[in-house]
């Protein structure tokens, strides 16, 4: 099936441009993450969608930064204003109801230029 | 505060021998511990993943190796194979919490 897609691949952008990024996750998955991954390093958490609950937020490094999800379906992850520091690779995951396996996309790399 | 300690940050092995990274966590409720594998331009792979109950997992030429006293735990890849080269992550998950914490990687580079 299907895996967990993200759009668009790459992005580059101006500093102080808003820009969004999209996450299919896997059909029946209802668990969503965010996470970023700067050159050489770890992946970092952002924010966590679990079905209709009230998402976790508590990754997101500043008010920059948002994320919406439409029920168990796609989600968008919005910076405003980007920062050279913003420049990194953002890649979203996906669990099924039961079990913790995570699940990634390829992930969006961002430019701020 | 970093959650998990991965080493090496690099490894090079020769076609055919063992290849191993090691991690190490603080964070005694921790209770899945998977290992990632990514490859240049693309997300992480589920590779393979083990619970404290058991002390070691083995899945083809892939084995972890889990220390619960000493929190500590291993990928062991044997015969390794140039196609492994790639950047290895460990990371640990709590039940019940959100998210996975990462180590900080292991690139490594098998020779032919």
């Known amino acids: 099936g299907a895996g967990v897609s993200q759009s668009p691949s790459n992005k580059v952008t101006e500093k102080g441009k808003d820009v969004e990024l999209r996450c299919d996750p896997i059909?029946?998955?209802?668990?969503l993450y965010w996470y970023r991954q700067r050159l050489g390093q770890g992946l970092e958490f952002l924010i966590y969608?679990?079905?209709?609950?009230?998402?976790?937020k508590s990754g997101l490094p500043s008010d920059r930064f948002s994320a919406e999800r439409t029920g168990e379906s796609v989600s968008t992850l919005t910076i405003q204003r980007t920062q050279q520091e913003d420049s990194a690779v953002y890649l979203c995951?996906?669990?099924?109801?039961?079990?913790?396996?995570?699940?990634f996309g390829p992930g969006t790399r961002l430019t701020v230029t | 505060q970093q959650q998990v300690k991965q080493s090496p940050q690099s490894l090079i092995v020769q076609k055919g021998g063992i290849s191993i990274i090691n991690c190490a966590y603080e964070?005694?409720?921790?209770?899945?511990f998977p290992w990632y594998q990514q490859f240049p331009g693309k997300g992480p792979a589920l590779l393979i993943a083990i619970r404290p109950d058991v002390s070691e997992k083995k899945e083809g030429r892939f084995t972890i190796s889990f220390n619960k006293s000493a929190k500590q735990f291993s990928l062991h890849i044997m015969d390794s194979q140039p196609g492994d080269s790639a950047t290895y992550f460990c990371?640990?998950?709590?039940?019940?919490?959100?998210?996975?914490?990462f180590g900080t990687g292991t690139r490594l580079t098998v020779i032919p």
């Open positions: 059909s029946g998955h209802t668990a």
């Open positions: 964070n005694t409720a921790f209770d899945y």
């Open positions: 995951a996906s669990s099924p109801p039961t079990g913790n396996e995570q699940y």
């Open positions: 969608f679990q079905g209709n609950s009230a998402p976790d």
């Open positions: 990371a640990a998950f709590q039940t019940g919490a959100n998210n996975l914490f």
